[in-house]
Structures are given as structure tokens and as C-alpha cells.
Nanobody
């Protein structure tokens, strides 16, 4: 299973970005998908996740109200729409696939990881 994240870039605070993660191999439609991020000098942290069907979504408190996770099972792709970006959102964003399909907040529960895409938010 391979995951390829894209869509990162440099933006000013208050702007928006949409990240995409294309998955190849495996059975995308049965996986829960998650987005995590890692800022310089910090541990990787949960951002958002979506169950295999898209029926359940979960967000970190820092993402609630600003970020939206969604998936397109026909395109084997998961998205993270990020609005009202803040400098503290600056990080490398990783997508991950969870075989159980539930959408855990714990990175240890994820089975496959992409390489990450850098998001830089300037004030």
C-alpha cells in the first residue's frame, strides 16, 4: 500500500489549503484514513480521521471548526481542507491508513503512512 500526500505549500495566516492523499494498492474503501502533523521539534500529532465509509469523522481540538476531512472512495483519495490557517499549523502533514476502519486518534493504530507534505503558515 502506497500513500502519496500533496497540496502543501506556503500561505499567509487566514488563508486556506487543501491537502490530498492518493492511495494505491490495498483496499482503500475498507481503510479508515487519518491526517497527522509534526512541527519542528515536536512529536507527531493527530489532526483528523475519517472512517472507512466516511460516515464518522474525528478532529483534534486544534482542527475543529477550521479543518474538514473527507474521502472519495472512487478516487482512492482522502482530503484535508484547511481554512483560517494559523502560524501554529506549520508542520509536515502525513496521511495514514488504518486497516481496522474505525478512524483512531492514535498514530500507533495506523498501518500505512505516506511521506508527508510541508505546510508553512506565515503571520
Amino acid at each position: 500500500v502506497q500513500l502519496q500526500a500533496s497540496g502543501g505549500g506556503s500561505v499567509q495566516a487566514g488563508n486556506s489549503l487543501t491537502l490530498s492523499c492518493a492511495v494505491s494498492g490495498g483496499t482503500f474503501g475498507s481503510y479508515a484514513m487519518g491526517w497527522f502533523r509534526q512541527a519542528p521539534g515536536k512529536e507527531r500529532e493527530f489532526v483528523a480521521s475519517v472512517s472507512w465509509s466516511g460516515g464518522r469523522t474525528y478532529y483534534a481540538d486544534s482542527a475543529k471548526g477550521r479543518f474538514t476531512i473527507s474521502r472519495d472512495n472512487d478516487k482512492n483519495t482522502v482530503y484535508l481542507q484547511m481554512n483560517s490557517l494559523k502560524p501554529e499549523d506549520t508542520a509536515v502533514y502525513y496521511c495514514a491508513a488504518e486497516v481496522t476502519g474505525y478512524g483512531s486518534r492514535n498514530l500507533q493504530d495506523y498501518d500505512y503512512w505516506g511521506r508527508g507534505t510541508l505546510v508553512t503558515v506565515s503571520s
